[in-house]
């Protein structure tokens, strides 16, 4: 996902889309690695606080690349029909959930449960923070607060409808994320006044450069 993405629709989209689909799921539907990034430093990574052992991260990188392997393969047979495609991914997805269980303990099957639904309760008071957020730096009125809220449900809605669109392609969900991101930020430039509008994208911008500097910081650490 393009860091260009308004602030509180980054969240949205996180929160949506993590109630929406498993840990173990959620890297492979493309919706964008900056996203899963994301996902982890907010505080649920699938399998850093499972207490794996030796055995079983060795286990599970070798089922993780031979997923990976076989999807990028899928994903890049362009002779195959759609149908074939969806009937192959699903084998795959069923293929990779059951070799993952097959490694955890029933507790580390129970912790990473556990885990998603805090996770989730998380970025929904984060959703509901941001918005406060936005209301005290942007001076929006109640009526304003309202309209944005409604664009946020509808947009969880239209991102729930397509995650589960099974005639679509990956790459074309990939573009009517897009296009949904596009007609939410017109959405809510209609809301804004001029002054605000300005303001919300100066905001971006310096959170944009908050984020590259720590990316880069983690990046000269390593």
Do not use: C, W
Request: hydrophobic share 35%.
């Amino acid at each position: 996902m393009k860091r260009l993405v308004t602030l509180f629709s980054a969240l949205f989209l996180i929160a949506g889309l993590a109630s929406a689909q498993t840990a173990d799921s959620a890297a492979h539907h493309g919706f964008g690695g900056r996203k899963m990034a994301m996902h982890r430093r907010g505080g649920f990574d699938n399998t850093r606080r499972l207490n794996l052992t030796d055995d079983q991260k060795k286990q599970m990188k070798a089922a993780n690349d031979d997923y990976h392997k076989q999807l990028a393969a899928l994903q890049g047979n362009d002779k195959i029909s759609l149908g074939d495609y969806k009937t192959q991914l699903a084998a795959l997805h069923k293929s990779h959930r059951e070799q993952v269980s097959s490694i955890l303990t029933d507790d580390q099957k129970k912790m990473m449960a556990d885990g998603r639904k805090r996770f989730s309760g998380r970025m929904h008071n984060a959703n509901a923070a941001n918005l406060d957020k936005m209301k005290q730096n942007l001076g929006l009125s109640d009526d304003q607060v309202a309209k944005i809220k409604t664009q946020r449900e509808q947009l969880h809605t239209q991102l729930q409808s397509l995650h589960s669109d099974s005639t679509l392609l990956p790459a074309q969900k990939k573009e009517k994320v897009k296009e949904l991101f596009a007609a939410q930020k017109e959405e809510i430039k209609s809301v804004l006044t001029a002054d605000q509008y300005a303001k919300l994208q100066s905001l971006q911008k310096q959170r944009i450069n908050r984020m590259r500097r720590i990316d880069g910081d983690k990046l000269q650490v390593k």
